[in-house]
């Protein structure tokens, strides 16, 4: 009785495989008596400085969860269980959680982390271990050529650095640029790197290019450098941190350029760092509440619910992110590491922050939008497309 | 900007900077001078005064003033307590005892400034609480209201703890313990109570300090007092360890050096200018520029 049971089982098992189009598995899964938890790991920083973007990766994720899990869960009724492992916004910290999440917690996969010097030092130990990693935001290019395991749910730093470079040409119409960079980040090097050879290619001139570190706090001499090549625009492609105080100052040594940034701007703190110094800022982004889409409505309604605020993109994309990794396991059948990583390579996802495919590379092929500051609140301004 | 511009708004920026540095480096070379210690938590003493007058103006409604007396008064006492509870207890044991006590109280603060719920890890923006004004003082030069501020309390503070070294009671006191400790006590100097206040002014000193470098930077964070802190202990050097004056020219002429690196385009290699600095300076001269001339020590 109990052998004819879990035939019926196996086969429904197939059978929903096939229908799902992803027989590609060999073996389905011994059927467990009851339905066992799917461990699903995350390394988001709640604490340090970038702690608000973990806590918004950790709320999105964790909203996602819930619903998948309330709407029944994955693999016919398995439950998702999430791990946080707070890397305190440290790249040494990283290598260490993911090493216990894999190791010690034995997950099936991992969402994480969030920057991408983190992700960088993380996803070497996941690729080793085959153990698919999906980062909802690292978006420096580097993250994903770590290996065939490493998928991302953002569009890449090339991507952001043209988009910018683009809308300082063709919106704004400027032909000179300074740039900030944060030399101790990839993120803000990689982002740089590409604003310049688009905005170079486009006809612009890069006048002035600065270096300072995360931990510096006065930008005083470098501002008054870029203020004597007197530049149209100025990016600062780094994380809120840090432009908050460097807007500050700017304004203080009265540069008369507009600012412009990347993803990491998208944070409440700016304003309380930067205070009036922030407006008439644009930066790129993943998502905007204001975009009016089906998904980004009903995500909106269900994190303010929960969360009692208004999800930033970090939000949005762990949120698509949790779901795409869910979608992956149903379509694989299974939580055998190389099955997921099979069946991301080939999802066709559509949420909160667009519709998402992989290229070969494992990057998303998908829109950006950019976000006007204006009396201290983001204006969405328009959208990109790749 | 002209060359000249430039070079004159650059020296503005250093100056400011200095400015932070001398008052903190006042704090190390007194307490250096007094018990040969190289009290390396005093970044931290910097920080929590930031943070003192951070939270006097947001949830206490102070002015400005008032807060940085508020951050001054409680890092005063914080210094007194330090120095009883962690220093006094190895006065008389070997003296790398007590520096890696320092290092631990050092430690120690930043982790409680971490864990605090009020601090916690992520930077806050220190509220822009005089509205913010610009004098040019020719094309393209300019120095904000809050700088000058800044220079004019960090003077103020310097001609004050002068005037208590030189001609109060207490200050002759501090440099009767700081020249032969037992001989100051045989002629009925308290020397424990002369420490105390070594330290307390050298604290109020540094929260003063904190509270000036968060008005014009923007910006309080828990490890903010980490490089401030080392680099104010290198100006001490410069200026010659254990010498008031030494103190402040040391921390201006670090201020100025590190934007002259940032102004040259090296503003990656400011930090390491510093404690370059810091290596020649012990090997040329390890006295420091003042390390002869001025035998007045407190």
């Known amino acids: 009785m109990k052998r ?46 970038i702690a608000t973007f973990g806590q ?25 269980v999430l791990i946080n492992e707070d890397n305190q916004s440290k790249t040494e910290e990283t290598a260490t959680a993911f090493q216990k999440l894999i190791t010690q917690d034995e997950v099936s996969a991992i969402l994480g982390s969030v920057a991408s010097s983190h992700s960088l030092a993380g996803a070497p130990i996941a690729q080793a271990a085959g153990i698919p990693m999906l980062s909802p935001t690292s978006t420096n290019p580097r993250v994903t050529e770590v290996g065939d395991f490493i998928f991302r749910a953002c569009f890449i730093d090339p991507f952001q650095g043209q988009v910018m470079a683009k809308f300082a040409l063709e ?77 500050r100052q700017a304004q203080a040594a009265e540069i008369d350029a507009v600012f412009l940034g990347g993803d990491g701007w998208d944070s409440d703190k700016l304003f309380e760092l930067a205070g009036d110094a922030a407006n008439g800022g644009f930066f790129s982004n993943h998502y905007s509440p204001d975009a009016g889409t089906p998904e980004v409505d009903a995500f ?44 991301l390579a080939a999802i066709s996802f559509t949420g909160v922050s667009g519709t998402v495919v992989f290229d070969e590379n494992r990057n998303p092929v998908k829109s950006a939008v950019i976000i006007e500051i204006r009396d201290g609140k983001q204006v969405y301004k328009a959208t990109v497309n790749p | 900007m002209t060359i000249t511009q430039q070079i004159l708004q650059q020296l503005i920026n250093g100056i400011s900077l200095g400015s932070v540095y ?72 070997h003296r790398v005892a007590a520096l890696m006590t320092a290092v631990g109280l050092s430690m120690l603060f930043q982790n409680l ?86 330290f307390a002014l050298g604290s109020s000193l540094a929260a ?14 828990y490890q903010m007092g980490l490089l401030p802190g080392l680099k104010a202990f290198v100006a001490a050097v410069l200026g010659g360890i254990g010498i008031i004056p030494g103190a402040m020219v040391g921390g201006l002429l670090l201020g100025v050096t590190e934007s002259a690196v940032s102004a040259a385009g090296g503003s990656m290699f400011r930090d390491a200018v510093a404690f370059a600095a810091l290596i020649i300076m012990l090997l040329v001269k390890p006295t420091g520029l003042f390390g002869k001339n001025v035998r007045e020590k407190v």
């Not at chain 1, 032909?175 to 290619?201: C, H, N, P, W």
């Not at chain 1, 619910?305 to 990794?325: E, Q, R, T």
């Open chain 1, 4 to 49: 004819k049971l879990s035939l019926v089982l196996v086969i429904t098992m197939v059978l929903s495989l096939a229908l799902t189009g992803c027989g590609n598995q060999p073996q389905a899964p011994a059927a467990p008596a009851a339905p066992e938890e799917i461990k699903i790991g995350s390394v988001f920083p709640v604490t340090g400085a």
């Open chain 1, 56 to 80: 918004s990766s950790l709320n999105g994720t964790q909203l996602a969860f819930e619903e998948i899990n309330n709407a029944g869960g994955v693999l016919g009724g398995r439950k998702l």
């Open chain 1, 171 to 247: 919106t704004l119409g400027v032909t000179t640029a300074a740039m900030l960079v944060e030399q101790d980040s990839d993120y803000s090097k990689g982002l740089a790197e590409y604003f310049r050879k688009a905005f170079e290619a486009g006809g612009g001139t890069i006048v002035a290019e600065e270096g300072y570190k995360s931990t510096d706090t006065d930008f005083s001499t470098i501002l008054t450098r870029v203020k004597a090549t007197n530049p149209a625009v100025v990016f600062v492609p780094a994380y809120y941190g840090t432009v908050g105080p460097i807007l």
């Open chain 1, 300 to 343: 909106l309604a269900a994190y303010q619910a929960k969360f009692n605020s208004v999800p930033d993109a970090l939000a949005a994309l762990a949120y698509d992110a949790a779901y795409m990794l869910a979608q992956a396991i149903d379509e694989a059948g299974s939580v055998e590491g190389a099955a997921i990583r099979d069946a």
């Open chain 2, 22 to 93: 001398a008052l903190m480096a006042l704090g190390y070379t007194m307490v250096y001078g007094i018990i040969k210690l190289i009290n390396f938590a005093h970044g931290e003493v910097f920080m929590i005064g930031a943070f003192v007058g951070f939270f006097s103006i947001t949830k206490l409604d102070m002015g400005f003033f008032p807060a940085m007396f508020t951050a001054m008064i409680f890092c005063a006492i914080l210094g007194v307590l330090m120095e009883r509870l962690a220093y006094k207890p190895l006065r008389n044991a």
């Open chain 2, 113 to 198: 400034a971490l864990a605090h719920s009020w601090i916690g890890a992520s930077a806050k923006g220190f509220p822009q609480v005089f509205p913010l004004r610009k004098f040019e003082l020719m094309e393209n030069v300019t120095i904000s209201s809050d700088r000058i501020l800044m220079l004019v309390i960090a003077i103020f503070l310097m001609i004050a703890l002068q005037f208590i070294v030189h001609k109060t009671l207490m200050g002759k006191a501090m440099r009767a313990v700081s020249l032969d400790k037992d001989a100051a006590r045989l002629m009925g100097i308290n020397v424990d109570k002369t420490i105390s206040f070594t």
């Open chain 2, 208 to 221: 003063a300090a904190g509270v000036l470098f968060a008005l014009n930077y923007g910006i309080v964070v």
